[in-house]
């Protein structure tokens, strides 16, 4: 691996750094023709935004906003990705030395604990059918309104020819993401405040947040320092993209809160604090592990105090007072619960390789009158949910499999508290699912939870190219 830090005018910008948006579509495609492909591919590369120009669109915005500047800047973002039968469509034989982007994700959906059924031995999720066939790649763009990612998107489809009719390229599915209207912007359909916490990347996120932890360029970009694999030249910067296409089931989310309120408090005070403790955060983005008892807005949305904790008060290792052990930040980023294993159970262990930079968008409308009262889902919602990492075992599958599917995780708990499921993310493709911790005052009692409250649907693994191997190896 190469320990000099990455130029930023290499790396797509979605995959470090990140697009600013308020509206987002992924536009996954198939590739009918690889000469012709490449060839188109070529006029598209100098209009990928890469890591330095997203940059550069944060510190616009950042200006802007100190000018006092009421209305969006025009801002958007274009990144392209593709998965293992992509490569194969295009010629590029090189092994990337990932197994789960090899096998593609469809394989690997009844180990992620997707629901589903088996179908002559073999296996089949409840996907949607767009994601059971071969997608060779994935068009992100992202910008400040639906007019921006239209025009964006439009140019996109013409320089790559990309069109119905199929010739060159050709649409398998479309999915639009927005953030989610007025008090909501940045939470997720259930109502937490979401995009808080990620790694920084050393020597690109150089003034991290307290709390924030910094991860070496390996761990998200190919060949850099931690990288292991053996890798191809070009890989260098590039970065897998794990896309899940998770639908959210909020009015029976909402109702069981309410049928499970922590006793002691009002119904609707005991309904929000059961939610807080699936999650970790209170809605309003405020840590359980500072606030363990009432929600701290100004807590919530302050980026200097809301990633700085660790599960490491007096106590806080062996006790879920404070924060559940299966809570979804907790399953999903141990803080400390695992560098905190003493030397004599084998410890501590790093978990460096497991983060991963989260770039989720919500997708679908705000619940209706209609479910709210029927307590039941009608309308299609949830998260475009897409993560990079230089390693997916290590990073997106491990987190899902090892961790939030696994009941024992974390590891060495008092016995009487088994941790369960990841109430949020947490699947057994068929089974049930509970959990230990929710009430604070009976931390050995286990809730019964519903088999799933997030629904995948669908998804894939990609690989994110840099832009000298977009140009070199990909396009023509
Ligand atoms: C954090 C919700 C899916 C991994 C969070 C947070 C929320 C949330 C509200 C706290 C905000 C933050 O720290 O940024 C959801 C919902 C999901 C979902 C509603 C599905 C619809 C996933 C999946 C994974 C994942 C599939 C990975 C397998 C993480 C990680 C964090 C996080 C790593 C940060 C934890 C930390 O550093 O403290 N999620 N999430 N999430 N989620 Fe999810």
Known sequence: PITTPADLNNVQGDVVIGFSKRFESAVFFQIDNADAFRKQLAALVPKITTAAQAASDKDKIKEHKRNGGKDLLKISGLNISFSQTGLTALGITDDLGDGPFRDGQLKGAEALGDSGS?????????WVPAFKNPIHGVIIVSGDSHATVEE??????NTLKLSPQGGTCH???????AVR???????????????????????IDTTPFPGQETVAQGIVLLGREKDTPPRPSWALDGSFLAFRYLFQLVPEFNDFLRQNAIPGLSPEDGAEFLGARLVGRWKSGAPLDLTPLKDDPELGKDPQRNNNFRYDFPEDIQTQDRCPFAAHVRKTNPRFDLEGVPPEKGGPFST????????GIPFGPEVTPQEKQSKTTTQERGLLFRCYQSNIANGFQFIQESWANATGFPPFKPADQVPGFDPIIGQVNSGTRSMTGANPNAATASLQ??????????GEYFFSPSLPALKTTFAK
Do not use: C, M
């Open 449 to 458: 939870l519903p088999t799933e409250w997030v629904v995948s649907k669908g």
């Open 171 to 177: 649409e398998i599915i479309r999915l639009n993401g």
């Open 352 to 359: 460096e390789n497991r983060r991963i930079v989260r770039r």
């Open 118 to 126: 088996t179908v002559n031995g073999v296996f089949q999720p409840n």
């Open 181 to 203: 209207p007025d008090d909501q912007k940045g939470h997720e359909h259930f109502g937490f405040l979401d995009g808080i916490s990620n790694p920084a990347v050393k020597d």
């Open 152 to 157: 964006r998107l439009l140019d996109t489809k």
